[in-house]
């Protein structure tokens, strides 16, 4: 079982089932549109740039199919995490070359690094399992991507 952390970061409105997006600037965007229309976003311009501006560092595609595309801005008061899924994935620029299918987006203050930190790590280590993937590729709603992450 994921912990407490992870329950209070991962809410079910900011979770996508099916990202229309095909490339990885659409995909930012459409991790970022998820938090606008959720009304959390307070600038969008300040954390895309964030985004983006990480991505030019070093792709922030993983290993087995996951993208943990992140930004950090002091426009934000609290980490967020947008998530969607794409099951026949996009090229993200991955560390084992395969495309990516899980998208986890967040930000956070540019103050604070403990939180953004803490969930890298913990989100990175529950989706390490196999099966925990696989129930969150198959989840059809954002409730059931919750549970699958939690």
Request: proline share 7%; with cysteine.
């Amino acid at each position: 079982m994921a912990n407490q952390f992870l329950r209070d970061a991962i809410v079910p409105r900011h979770l996508r089932p099916e990202l229309t997006a095909t490339d990885k600037p659409g995909i930012i965007r459409e991790l970022l549109d998820i938090l606008e229309q959720a009304g959390t976003l307070p600038d969008r311009k300040a954390a895309e740039a964030a985004v983006v501006e990480r991505e030019a560092c070093m792709s922030t595609g993983l290993e087995r199919g996951i993208a943990i595309p992140h930004g950090k801005t002091d426009t934000v008061e609290r980490l967020l995490v947008a998530v969607g899924l794409k099951p026949e994935g996009v090229d993200f620029d991955a560390a084992d070359g395969q495309p990516s299918r899980i998208f986890i987006l967040t930000l956070s203050p540019a103050s604070r690094s403990g939180p953004h930190i803490r969930f890298l790590a913990e989100v990175s280590r529950l989706l390490q399992d196999d099966t925990r993937r696989e129930q969150l590729l198959a989840a059809a709603t954002p409730e059931a991507m919750a549970a699958a992450l939690a």
